[in-house]
């Protein structure tokens, strides 16, 4: 295996601490939510804000002044760390959300993040990954992409673009699609103290990390 770069040593992935006891950190969207397609498809301000459910029999942590919940890869936001993040973002946007609990309960004025575009900048010569045995690279028109077990980056992908312009980013060409955090950040959700998360380091990580409790 290649040594690593500078980019494989400063970019994390952050998952649920399954481990959290405090509540649920995992959202649950609504049809309404589902429907605008605000993970792949770039969403006009003007219309009603994204809704999504919360497992919890309230949803105090989002009044925090900083605090984050997921939704599959991606995430929403209270205000301030919001306004800490949005200036970093490549291929995305926030986007006004609101979190109900079980009770019908309603956090407002959270951000959502609504991605469009993903960068490809996987090193596939150093990565790992999965493809069909029988050399299959497409199916029915639709290419297939390698179904990731670590990440490695590209040095001219990242080289050509602002450092600041992609301080978290999704990742494009493969199945996965997960989302990328520079160490920028890390460092701001840990001198706030965000609740519920884990970090992997991208030259560390190894898909099924974030299911092991250390």
Wanted: some cysteine; proline content about 3%.
């Amino acid at each position: 295996m290649s040594a690593f770069n500078i980019y494989d040593e400063s970019y994390y992935l952050i998952f649920p601490d399954y481990e959290l006891e405090d509540y649920d950190i995992d959202l649950t969207p609504t049809q309404y939510t589902a429907n605008t397609h605000w993970k792949f498809e770039k969403l006009n301000f003007g219309i009603k804000p994204l809704t999504f459910v919360s497992d919890n029999d309230n949803v105090d942590f989002l009044q925090q002044d900083y605090a984050l919940a997921f939704n599959g890869k991606n995430f929403v936001v209270t205000k301030k760390l919001k306004e800490l993040l949005e200036d970093g973002l490549y291929g995305s946007q926030f986007f006004p959300a609101i979190i109900q609990d079980e009770n019908n309960n309603a956090v407002e004025g959270l951000w959502a993040l609504n991605t469009f575009d993903d960068l490809d900048c996987v090193d596939l010569k150093r990565s790992q990954f999965f493809m069909p045995g029988d050399g299959t690279t497409e199916i029915d028109g639709f290419a297939i992409s390698p179904h990731m077990t670590n990440y490695r980056f590209r040095e001219d992908v990242f080289d050509a673009i602002p450092e600041n312009e992609r301080l978290i980013f999704q990742v494009g060409n493969t199945t996965t699609g997960e989302i990328f955090f520079h160490q920028k950040v890390v460092d701001i959700f840990k001198k706030h103290n965000i609740k519920g998360i884990r970090f992997f380091k991208a030259s560390e990580y190894h898909v099924g990390d974030e299911f092991n409790v250390f």
